[in-house]
């Protein structure tokens, strides 16, 4: 893992910074076929390529009657055409070849019988007495019928390798017949949280205390991503414990993650922990909330290394680096080429005077005149705006904001899928 930098560099631009993990960033090995009704959001390893035309032959997406256009050439309102049925065909059954000047019966979903080349729906169509139909208007030729192949030719390919399945994905799979998928094996990650203050939920708060709220954030973005995680629970601020909990993590996962003690303090002990055991780039990212960020390596035995990324404590530090960085990452293990969220332009009503020297991304939420409000405290130690807000606002450095400006908008929705 040569890319790893072993330097540390000075304050990163942010984009920088995301280009020097998805460069280090590899497929993790492995791949398993598994049932398609259970690989909903895994990653294709291999291309779906149909075996066959969908719909695989001409269905009609009516109940009515199959025709031949040109046999009702000349029905009107005064002289309606009479055809007698020769045929009724529900859907999944076999349909014989058309005789000319009759129609058949047909249902939505049925295959048109060959030799029709249009469906008349059974509201533009009378039973006569005499057990014939009778039309009162020509039909336009390939009416109400889908051809074969209309969705998908057979040979092509209709997911790519490196596709995510979503609900949809899985439906159009399945639509050619796939029953099972060759899927990437699912990234392995070790979590842990450092930090002497930090108290489990359900324990009683000590005096100078706080919860390990980030556990339950983090916790659930990686479930999000489809990971398979470890948690290793809150590990005290010391050396040896740290190095301890690293050596533990690095075996059979493929990404350490950790929270909090990141930064240069004395009770930060991770950087120091990580040199020991691999090696380490600390990053002071040029990015408002979430400075500090570490990335490197752990060595695993003698069977290589497990990546390392450090995310600071921080509870809106933590989530925004990890939506802006893990998670770009994380989808690259995985072997997602498309790993950026998408970005939109939406305007601004508020105005912030002054601009920060960072890349603030800053928690706004959409209001019903189609413009963004921002939340009012920004601190990175406020986790309700990232309850409140629907998503950042990416401001690059040095930028005030005047309202009525068109301004950068990634919505949690983008991500976190
Ligand atoms: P650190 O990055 O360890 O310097 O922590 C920065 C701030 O985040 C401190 O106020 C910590 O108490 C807080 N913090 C660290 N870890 C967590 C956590 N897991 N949950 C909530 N807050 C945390
Ligand atoms: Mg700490």
């Known amino acids: 893992m040569s890319t790893i930098p072993a330097t540390r560099p000075p304050m990163l631009a942010t984009a920088e910074a995301l280009a020097i993990l998805l460069a280090a960033a590899r497929r993790v090995e492995g791949v398993e076929t598994i049932d398609t009704l259970d690989a909903l959001g895994r990653v294709l390893a291999a291309d779906v390529v149909s075996p066959l035309d969908v719909p695989p032959m001409h269905t009609s997406s009516m109940d009515g009657y199959a025709v031949r256009a040109a046999d009702l050439a000349g029905a009107s309102e005064g002289q309606p055409v009479a055809l007698s049925v020769s045929q009724r065909v529900p859907a999944g059954h076999v349909a014989a070849p058309l005789a000319a000047g009759t129609a058949a019966r047909v249902f939505t979903g049925a295959t048109v019988p060959p030799g029709a080349d249009a469906v008349v729906m059974q509201e533009m169509a009378n039973a006569t007495e005499d057990g014939r139909v009778a039309f009162a208007q020509p039909p336009v030729a390939g009416e109400w019928i889908t051809p074969q192949g209309a969705d998908i030719r057979r040979g092509s390919v209709i997911l790519p390798a490196g596709t995510r399945l979503t609900p949809q994905a899985l439906g159009l799979a399945a639509s050619v017949g796939c029953a099972a998928l060759d899927v990437v094996k699912k990234t392995r990650v070790a979590v842990f949280f450092t930090g002497d203050e930090l108290t489990m939920p359900g324990e009683p708060l000590r005096e100078g205390a706080i919860y390990n709220s980030n556990r339950f954030t983090l916790r659930a973005l990686l479930a999000k991503l489809g990971c398979e995680v470890t948690d290793l629970g809150i590990v005290p601020d010391r050396l040896d414990a740290t190095r301890d909990t690293l050596r533990r993590a ?36 040029a990015m408002k909330p979430g400075k500090p960020l570490a990335f490197g390596a752990v060595r695993r035995g003698d069977e290589g290394e497990a990546f390392f990324i450090g995310l600071p404590g921080n509870p809106v530090s933590s989530f925004c680096t990890f939506l802006l960085f893990v998670r770009p990452f994380i989808l690259r293990l995985a072997g997602v080429e498309e790993v950026a969220p998408r970005v939109f332009s939406m305007r601004a009503d508020f105005t912030q005077k002054k601009g920060d020297r960072r890349n603030e991304f800053l928690r706004a939420r959409v209001n019903d005149a189609g413009g963004l409000d921002i939340f009012e405290n920004q601190s990175s130690a406020v986790l309700t705006s990232t309850v409140w807000g629907d998503g950042l606002i990416d401001n690059p450095p040095n930028h005030a904001i005047v309202a009525g400006e068109i301004v950068r908008f990634i919505p949690f929705s983008e991500l976190m899928r």
């Open 250 to 285: 690095a075996r059979e996962h493929d990404l350490i993650l950790t929270c909090g003690g990141v930064s240069v303090g004395e009770e930060d002990h991770v950087k120091p922990a990580v040199e020991a055991e691999g090696r380490i780039s600390m990053w002071q990212i």
